[in-house]
């Protein structure tokens, strides 16, 4: 009888330790799995737009209207290709698989399904500063 | 026709391909530049001497390489010829996706614009693989963390390394001497004289392009699929088939019969790609 609740305890602590090592091991997966964002990458775009104006960077593409200067990512959300401007149908087309997206990255046509993510602009300031940084 | 079919040695013919892609490849790679691939190849191809008849010799060669060597295999599934144990062959068949991923990354590395979204595409089908994606990808491709170092060192090294692992026992029962193919040899030689490999620069506004055209049927299949389906799943299925195409009795027959079916279905996508 002593020996069975000697057993009994001896599991009973054992299954203690299997459950204190799991606890444990959740903060270090937590740790691991957790991605740093990125730190924003700065883009100098030195150059004037008009009013009407796109610029195609490897990245993004730049919009310039009368009220907003926008940057969109130029990279397509299904499979990652890199998206062309569209003058005609102003819009974002992808030479692969022909998602479309409007000029403020959002989707119209699959197969991609998310929206185009945008990147922040700021107009440079300064007595020779002309052009646009846009943060990645 | 038959018997031309089974009397030409097709075998002999990819490897003298190989040869010279081989050759071609170690020429080309004196000037290449992973870390600017479309300027080094349209470098090749715009300035440096003789720049465009190597990179062609090397594009025609491991083309006819990989398309002689599938000939090969369907001879010999017809022919008379022995066949192997099934662990054997297995091994021996797996020697086919990784030429097609030699293709494949020699497509990318040109940089171009169908280079550069094949490229990209292939990255992200791996990520959609469950638990192992990120691993691959970082094997294979990682183009976006990495640009083309990766491709470029499974390219010129480690994939031709795992070829060989996968056929060393196969071709080392043969012997073939260049000598015997010398027509053929010269054929591959007038034929990338004539014929320039073709280069897609990036162009402004341009809403189609077409993968290379290995991979236009699946181009066309991840329009309507997730991209794990399209791009691991459906061609998994195949190579299960290519496995078992050897084996004896109602799996053999089986299997033969879906990989044909297999194939029927996947050109008919590619004829749906070539006509947009």
């Known amino acids: 009888m002593a020996e069975e609740r000697r057993t009994f305890l001896l599991n009973g602590w054992n299954w ?55 940057a969109v990512s130029r990279i397509c959300t299904h499979l990652g290709c890199r998206l062309n401007f569209s003058e005609k149908e102003h819009l974002l087309i992808c030479p692969c698989h022909q998602s479309m997206f409007t000029t403020k990255g959002v989707m119209l046509a699959g197969p991609a399904k998310r929206n185009l993510p945008l990147f922040a602009v700021e107009k440079m300031s300064g007595e020779n500063a002309k052009g646009f940084i846009v943060s990645l | 026709m038959k018997r031309f079919l089974l009397e030409t040695k097709w075998g002999a013919m990819s490897l003298v391909a190989l040869y010279v892609s081989i050759l071609s490849g170690v020429v080309l790679a004196l000037q290449y530049d992973e870390a600017h691939p479309f300027y080094s190849a349209t470098s090749l191809d715009l300035l440096i001497p003789f720049g465009i008849f190597w990179r ?30 099934l662990p054997k062959w297995i091994w021996l068949i797996a020697g086919m996706p990784i030429a097609l991923l030699l293709l494949f990354t020699g497509y990318v590395l040109r940089g171009d614009a169908t280079g550069e979204s094949a490229g990209l595409i292939a990255e992200n089908i791996c990520l959609s693989i469950p638990v192992i994606g990120s691993m691959l990808n970082s094997l294979l491709f990682a183009i976006t963390e990495e640009g083309m170092k990766r491709v470029y060192a499974n390219h010129i090294i480690g994939l031709e390394v795992i070829w060989v692992i996968f056929v060393w026992d196969h071709l080392r029962r043969y012997r073939v001497t260049v000598a015997e193919h010398g027509w053929f040899v010269l054929g591959i030689f007038a034929f990338s004289l004539i014929f320039p490999a073709p280069m897609e620069p990036m162009k402004m506004g341009v809403s189609h392009i077409s993968g290379p055209w290995f991979f236009l049927g699946l181009q066309e299949l991840l329009r309507y699929l997730q991209p794990f389906l399209a791009g691991v799943m459906f061609p998994l299925l195949f190579m299960v088939s290519l496995a078992f195409l050897q084996a004896n009795h109602n799996w053999g027959r089986k299997a033969r019969l879906f990989a044909g079916s297999w194939l029927i279905l996947y050109g008919g996508f590619t004829l749906v790609a070539l006509s947009r």
């Open chain 1, 16 to 70: 203690i330790r299997l459950a204190a090592a799991a606890v444990l091991c959740y903060p270090l997966f937590r740790f691991v799995k957790f991605k740093v964002p990125k730190k924003p990458r700065l883009v100098k775009v030195e150059k004037l737009l008009k009013v009407g104006d796109v610029y195609l960077d490897q990245e993004f593409v730049l919009f310039h209207d009368e009220s907003d200067t926008w």
């Open chain 2, 56 to 85: 062609s010799l090397h594009f025609y060669s491991s083309q006819i390489f990989f398309l002689l060597s599938v000939v090969h295999l369907v001879v010999i599934l017809y022919g008379p010829a022995d066949r192997l144990s």
